[in-house]
Nanobody
């Protein structure tokens, strides 16, 4: 069993930055960030496999960076140049590996195959 705990959310103005963290109780090869805005479906934001292979949604490419500290068992999401449409509840997800074998399919699925999820951290971007 893997337990995940997100932190780092908050309120920021457009153009600002935030760094989200996700502390895991054990190391996993495949980790990801998802978000869900009110009234919208959950959206895959970014994922990372074995600390090196990454995927980003088109909407965040060039602005967000996913990274992983395997010593601390912590996943990060550095978010720069934030936009109002980035507002949402951000979730961390983990899998031992299979979910990252086809990152694009997994991250764009309406039912992403990650068995472990955190409780989420709220990000609010205002103009």
């Amino acid at each position: 069993q893997v337990q995940l705990a997100e932190s780092g959310g908050g309120s920021v103005q457009e153009g600002g930055s935030l760094r989200l963290s996700c502390a895991s109780t054990r190391s996993t090869a495949c980790m990801a960030w998802f978000r869900q805005a009110p009234g919208k479906e959950r959206e895959g934001v970014a994922s990372i496999y074995t600390g090196t292979i990454t995927y980003y949604a088109d909407s965040v490419k060039g602005r967000f960076t996913i990274s992983q500290d395997n010593v601390k068992n912590t996943l990060y999401l550095q978010m720069n140049s934030l936009k109002r449409e980035d507002t949402g509840l951000y979730y961390c997800a983990a899998d031992r590996g299979l979910a990252c074998l086809n990152m694009t399919a997994t991250m764009t699925s309406t039912t992403p195959a990650f068995p472990f999820w955190g409780q989420g951290t709220q990000v609010t971007v205002s103009s």
